[in-house]
C-alpha cells in the first residue's frame, strides 16, 4: 500500500493547471500521451488505464487489479491574422501547460469495476489587440464498469465540472466561476471477432453559470459523441479509426449577462476523422503514429476572434516503455490550421499553428 500511495502522489505532483488545445471551438482532447501519439483515435482499442477518459468500458479488458496514471503536457501556439491592410495583427493569448490524472479499479473475482478521471477537456485564451478571453473548464469523472460477457462491456458516470472566464474588452471585465455542473457519460466496448474491437463514447455536456458578482455567463458546453473500430494485424500492430462529434451549436454566445461585454457566437457543429497506427514493437516498447482532420466550429462569416478555431490537420508519433518499474510514454503533435479568409467581424486571414509534448507515467497494482 505505501508503494501505492506514494505512486499516485508522484503522479497528482504533475501538477494542475489550463490546457490551451484549439481543436474544435476550445476543446482538448489530449488526456494522455498514449493518445496524443495516435491522434486521440482510442475509443475502441484503448488499451490501457486512460480509457478512463476515451472509453472507461475498455477498462474491463484490462484485468483484475489497480491502475494509475498521471501526465504533464507542454505546448506552444501561433496564431495570428492578416488584415486586409497588409498588416498582421497578432493572438497573443498564451498555450498554458497542464496535467491530468486516470485511475481505475478491477476486481479479480466479479465483473466490476471502477475508474476516475480528472482532466482540462476544455480550455482557450485568445488575446487580440487588449482584448482576453480566457476559459477553462475542468472535470472529473466517475464511472462504474460491467462486463456484461466475454465480449461486451459497458460503462456509466457523472461528469462533474468546474468552469473559468476571465474576459475583458475595452475597459469592461469580467472573471467568474461556477459553483459546479453535472452531465453523464456511456462507454460500450464490443469485440464483434477476434482481432476486433468496436467503442463508442457519449457524453452530455453540460450548463455552467460562471458567476462575478451581478453579472453572469452562461456556457453551455457541447455535447460530444466518438465512434471507432480498431483491428489487430500480425500480433504486432493495431489500426484504429475514430469518428467524433461535436455540438457547438449550443453556445448561442458568450455576452455577459448584466455587463457590457458581447461576443455573439454562429458556431457550428463539428465532425473530427482520426487514425492512428499502434506498433508493438516488443513486449515492453510500443512505437505510435497517428492523424486527424478536425473541423473548426467557427463560420468565415461571423469569426469569434474570442473563441478563434479554424479547421486543421494534426499529425503525431509517440513511444512509450517499461523502465524502472514504471511504464512511461511521450508523444508530439503537430497541428497545421489551414488559412481562413474571414469577412466578419474583422476581415483578413487567419493563420494558427500549434505544437504539444505530453508525457504519461502510469503504473499497474
Same mark, same amino acid.
Given at each position: ?43 475502441? #482499442? ?192 493495431? @489500426? ?18 448584466? #455587463? ?15 487514425? #492512428? ?34 479547421? #486543421?490537420?494534426?499529425?503525431? @508519433? ?48
Amino acid at each position: 500500500m505505501k508503494r501505492l500511495f506514494a505512486t499516485v502522489g508522484l503522479l497528482c505532483a504533475c501538477g494542475g493547471g489550463a490546457i490551451s488545445a484549439q481543436a474544435a471551438g476550445f476543446a482538448n482532447n489530449d488526456f494522455s500521451a498514449s493518445g496524443v501519439g495516435v491522434a486521440n483515435a482510442m475509443v475502441a #482499442g484503448v488499451a490501457d488505464v486512460t480509457a478512463a477518459s476515451y472509453n472507461p468500458a475498455a477498462i474491463a479488458w484490462l484485468g483484475g487489479g489497480v491502475y494509475v496514471e498521471g501526465n504533464f503536457a507542454s505546448r506552444s501556439r501561433n496564431s495570428s491574422v492578416k488584415l486586409s491592410s497588409g498588416a498582421i495583427q497578432p493572438n497573443t493569448g498564451s498555450a498554458k501547460n497542464g496535467s491530468n490524472l486516470h485511475a481505475a479499479w478491477m476486481s479479480d473475482d466479479s465483473d466490476i469495476g471502477l475508474s476516475l478521471a480528472f482532466t482540462q477537456p476544455f480550455g482557450s485564451e485568445n488575446v487580440w489587440a487588449g482584448d482576453r478571453t480566457t476559459i477553462k473548464s475542468d472535470r472529473l469523472s466517475l464511472d462504474l464498469i460491467y462486463v456484461v460477457s466475454s465480449t461486451l462491456s459497458v460503462a456509466h458516470g457523472v461528469d462533474i465540472y468546474r468552469t473559468t472566464i476571465d474576459m475583458t474588452q475595452g475597459a469592461a471585465s469580467f472573471s467568474g466561476k461556477d459553483k459546479v455542473s453535472f452531465g453523464v457519460n456511456v462507454g460500450v466496448n464490443w469485440k464483434p471477432a477476434p482481432l476486433w474491437q468496436v467503442g463508442m463514447m457519449l457524453r452530455s455536456g453540460t450548463k455552467a453559470k460562471v458567476i462575478s458578482g451581478n453579472q453572469q455567463v452562461d456556457l453551455k458546453l457541447p455535447e460530444q459523441i466518438t465512434l471507432g473500430v480498431s483491428h489487430d494485424m500480425a500480433n504486432a500492430f493495431r @489500426l484504429e479509426a475514430d469518428i467524433a462529434y461535436e455540438r457547438w451549436s449550443r453556445i448561442k454566445s458568450l455576452d455577459v449577462i448584466g #455587463g457590457t461585454i458581447k461576443h455573439a457566437t454562429d458556431l457550428k457543429d463539428t465532425l473530427a476523422l482520426k487514425t #492512428g497506427l499502434t506498433w508493438y514493437w516488443l513486449p515492453d516498447t510500443t512505437f505510435r503514429f497517428g492523424y486527424a482532420y478536425e473541423q473548426g466550429a467557427n463560420r468565415a462569416s461571423a469569426f469569434q476572434q474570442a473563441i478563434a478555431d479554424q479547421s #486543421g490537420h494534426r499529425l503525431s @508519433l509517440g513511444a512509450g516503455g517499461d523502465a524502472f518499474g514504471i511504464h512511461m510514454d511521450l508523444a508530439y503533435a503537430y497541428t497545421f490550421h489551414a488559412k481562413q479568409s474571414v469577412t466578419a467581424p474583422i476581415a483578413g486571414e487567419y493563420r494558427d499553428r500549434e505544437q504539444a509534448v505530453m508525457i504519461s507515467v502510469s503504473k499497474a497494482f
